[in-house]
Structures are given as C-alpha cells and as structure tokens.
C-alpha cells in the first residue's frame, strides 16, 4: 500500500518533469530507428536470394527481431542512468527524504515504490516499440513466442539495471553525478565480456558472466535459459540490497 | 509525553549532544533554545527517528525510538528546518501524499485535508504549484504536512527561520493556535519567540543541557534586577552629570546609577534595580520634575548569549576568549 504510495508520486514526478517524455521520444526514435534498418536489410537479403534463383525460407524472427531485441537492450544502458538519477539524489538534496523517513513506513517500501516507479517507466517506454512488432504482425507470419521471451528479457534486464541504478542514486545529493555514475557502470556491466573473445581462462568466464548484455543474448534469440533468469534475479536482489544499506547508512552518518 | 535519557549523539569527529535528559508532558509546548550548532536539530532527529542515537534512550508516548519507531512515527508530526515539500506538485496533493504516507484512511483523507488547510491557511492556494508559493505560504504548508495526522506531538525545528516579521508573527499565532491539541517541541535561537509561545524552556548550548525550566521562572530568574538605559538633556546647555547621577540614585527601587558617557549636552546612564523593582516610572518622573529632558529610557534585554553566560556561569572576558579562539581556528587550518 505505502509503496503503491510512492510509486504513483514517483510516476507523477516522472510525468511532470521533462525526463518521461524526453527519454521516451528518444527511445522512440532510436527504436524505430533499428527496426527500419533491421527491415531494410531483410528486404534486401530476401532481393538477393530470389534473384539468386533460391527460394531460401527467410526467418523473420531471425532476421529482424533478433537484432532489433539487442540494438534496444544496448540502448537500455544509455537511458536507464536517466531514469533511475533522480529518485534518492533529488529527495536528499531537497531534504524531502527526512519526510520519507520520518513517516511510518519502512525503507523497503521507499526502495520498492521507486524502484517499482521507475520499472513502470522503462516498460511504457518499451511498449512503444510494440508498434514496430505490430507492423511485423500486420505484413508477416512472425512466431508470437520468442518475442515475448524477448521482451521478458529486455524488463529482467531493465529492472537489475533500474535496481543499481537506484543504489547509485542514493550515493549522492547530485542528480547529475548519479547519473554519469549510473551511466559508467552500465557501461563496464555491458564491456565486461569483451575479454572472453581473447581469453578463455577462469578469469574470463567470470567477466563474461558478469556482464549484463551476456546474459540477453539467449532473450534475444528466444531461449529461456534459468541460468540468466538466475543472473537477473539475483541482480536485482543484490542493487536493491545495496540500495537499503545505503538508506541506512545515511541515517548513521547524516 | 516525551522522555530523552542520557542522550548522546556523536559523529565521525565531535560530539553533537551530550548526554541530554529532560521530560516533557502532555500538551506543553516546550522552546528548545540554543546558539547554531548546539544539537537543536540533532536532539529532533533522534526523537522522530531520522537517526538512532549513540547511547541513552529517548522515548514518545511511552515508545522507544530504536525499539518502536513504527508508532513513534505515527504519533510524531515533524517539521525541518527546511519544510519537505515538492516544488513540483500542487498544494493539495502534497498534503494528499503526506496523509497517505501517514496512513490516513482513505475515507478520511479529504476531510483531513481540508481542514488542515484551512487550519493553516493555505486553502487559497491548494490547488497551486508549491514551487511558485511564497516562503510564508512554504512554512504554512510544512505546518499542515506536520499535523495532517493529528500527531500527539509536534516536532519544529525553527518554524519562524527565514521569514519576514509579518509572516513571523502570523506562524507564532498558528503554533499558538495548535497548542490545545498537541504537544509541541519547536526549536529556535530567538528569546523572544520563546517568552511568547512557550510554557517550558529547555536550553542546550555545545550540546549539553544548560537549563530546563518554565519560562517564568526563567526570566525573573535572570531578570529580578531591572537594567534601564537612560539618556538626559537639558535645553538651557550646562547639564552637570553628577548632579544628575546623585538625582536618579534618589529614586526608589535603584541599587546602582552608570555614567556610561556624555556628548554634546546628551548625558547617558545604565540604571541597576533592586530585586523586583519596576523603576522606570519613577525615573521618568524624577528626570522631568526636575525640568530635564527624557531623551530615551528603556530596559535593557538580556541577549541570549548573556543568558547562557548568566547560566553556564562562564564570565564575559571568557566567553569572548573562546569566541575569539574558535574563529581563528578555520583561519589556522586553511593554511
């Protein structure tokens, strides 16, 4: 109940301020920018092949989907730090967070109504995508299946990205500075597993499980693996963990 | 209503309050009074479970802040220095959102809303963005926020900080006006507010506790002797000063006449009372019977840093040693 509390203040402020809008325009247009360059090339490769005189079966699920689902998970990094820099930055900056913490609910429902809010946010974000999928629907035959699994993909990977940038936030009273902080370390999240390319020892499988984006990839292809809903699930947990200690360390030093 | 035992607060490097005890009952309204810096807003903290103490215990309604800080909470209407508001939202639904974190019924929640603000006069402007509100209308919607549950008590660290005299005085008659209802702690580094809201003093000062009294008591504590500051002139010149001393010693109810100095025919006098004289009528009348001039004739106040002197028994030389001393210390340290 209190957390259902502060997440509808935290969608209101979402709405009222520039950020909501700005940050789905630009998901909008990016989106639709991939699904359009995704489409372009499966039209072409499928010119190529009948002039070929092959008549190959072409997947559109493999061909346009797949791609799309990875493009837009790489550009949940970018915009992620956006969604999740105001929550506890903004509140501890204007002192508001002693009204939270002084009223009686526990840090939990503070943490969840945020993190909840902006969960809420990244998928109405995600949703305007859905219009390139219709149109998928309205000219093909597409599998409905691995799409969903996609989608499932991009919010288990939205909401542990949403959970430490959440901790982030409540690290300082500068929404600014937990913004680029948010951005870096979604950037080495996603950077991490460069090094299995080159190196396969222990070390190397570490990063590479380590790494947010690594654990999309059988999303994006339609597999649900338990093993990257593990990963996710435990993500999640561990930001929204640090988040609560965070909250009450400041009560210690404040 | 609300106990604090052997409070202490530390941080990383000093320590905040040390080792504060006091009680107060059930619909006092009580003045925590300090200089800046003296554990005012720590003291509050604690009580309405912002932070956790270091050692002793402090207690609200007969709940403990670490062992019971749910009920605490719910009992505890609590305002910041800085009111919590969010510029972004409109008046009404600020308070909305308070009541409901509060816990307010939902059935309730409106009739609640409308009659703290009109309460708190801020019904004008319910539906308005916060952040285009005046600093007077801020602090009056904090004030709502605070008491949009009926809280047993009432938690206000500097209401009257940062406003004008006429907002001033229309926040002290709201205090005053909650009175009945609630138990009211408010913090501030005003003597005056203090005489004029509150019943009981509690007075800390580098974080220990340095009285606690009722403000009667108080006052006559420290001013029993009158000081009256006096200034004479005569409009035929040659005004003879210890003429006019010898004359205002004769009065009834002095103790002690001052020549503090004397300019351009205008003569100046500190005049001391006896225990619980009102002398400044009769020193009016004798300057004028003898065909003077009253130039200016009014008590002087205790400042509150006298006070803290008077109480803490410290002498004047001292006080302003360590005055002195404390202000060179950043200088030192910057270079």
Known sequence: MNTLTICRKELNGYFRSPIAYGVMAFFALVAGYFFYIAVAIFVQRGIESSMQGQSMPMDVNEWVIRPVFSNVSVLGLFLIPMITMRLFAEEKRSGTIELLITSPITDLEIILGKWLAALLLYAAMLGLSLISIAMLFAYGKPDWRPIAVGYLGLVLQGACLLAIGTFISTCTKNQIVAGVAGFCICLMLWVLDWVSAFNTTSLGKVMAYLSVLQHFDSFSKGVLDSKDIIYYASAIFFGLFLTARSLESLRWRA | ??????????????????????????????????????????????????????????????????????????????????????????????????????????????????????????????????????????????????????????????????????????????????????????????????????????????????????????????????????????????????????????????????????????????????????????????????????NELHAVGLSLEEIFLELTGANREEALKAGAATQEVPAGESK
Not at chain 2, 40 to 57: D, E, H, I, N
């Open chain 2, 1 to 294: 209503m609300i106990k604090v035992e052997g409070l202490t607060k530390r941080y990383a490097r000093h320590l905040a309050v040390d080792h504060i005890s006091f009680e107060v009952e059930k619909g006092q309204i009580v003045g925590f009074l300090g200089p800046n810096g003296a554990g005012k807003t720590t003291t509050m903290r604690v009580l309405t479970c912002f932070m956790p103490p270091t050692s002793g215990t402090a207690s609200v309604a007969g709940f403990d802040v670490l062992e019971q800080p749910m009920e605490v909470k719910k009992r505890i209407g609590y305002l910041p220095e800085t009111p919590p508001l969010y510029p972004d939202m409109e008046v009404a639904e600020y308070l909305e959102f308070v009541g409901r974190l509060k816990g307010i019924p939902k059935a309730q929640l409106e009739s609640r809303i409308d009659e703290v603000a009109r309460k708190c006069a801020v019904d004008d402007v319910k539906n308005k963005l916060i952040g285009k509100l005046s600093k007077g209308y801020r602090q009056r919607v904090g004030l709502a926020q605070a008491i949009i549950h009926n809280p047993d008590v009432l938690i206000l660290d500097e209401p009257t900080a940062g406003l004008d005299p006429h907002q001033i005085i229309e926040t002290r008659d709201l205090i005053k006006g909650l009175a009945g209802d609630h138990t009211i702690i408010l913090s501030t580094h005003i003597l005056p507010e203090v005489e004029q809201i509150c019943e009981r003093v509690i007075i800390i000062a580098k974080g220990k506790l340095v009285a606690t009294d009722t403000v009667e008591n108080l006052t006559s504590r420290l001013r029993g002797a009158e000081t009256v500051s006096v200034e004479v002139t005569s409009r035929q010149g040659d005004l003879n000063p210890l003429q006019v001393q010898a004359k205002l010693e004769q009065v009834s109810g002095v103790s002690r006449v001052i020549h503090k100095d004397s300019h351009d025919g205008r003569i100046h006098y500190t005049v001391e009372s006896l225990q619980g004289r009102h002398i400044r009528p009769e020193l009016a009348r004798a300057v004028v019977e003898s065909g003077w001039d009253l």
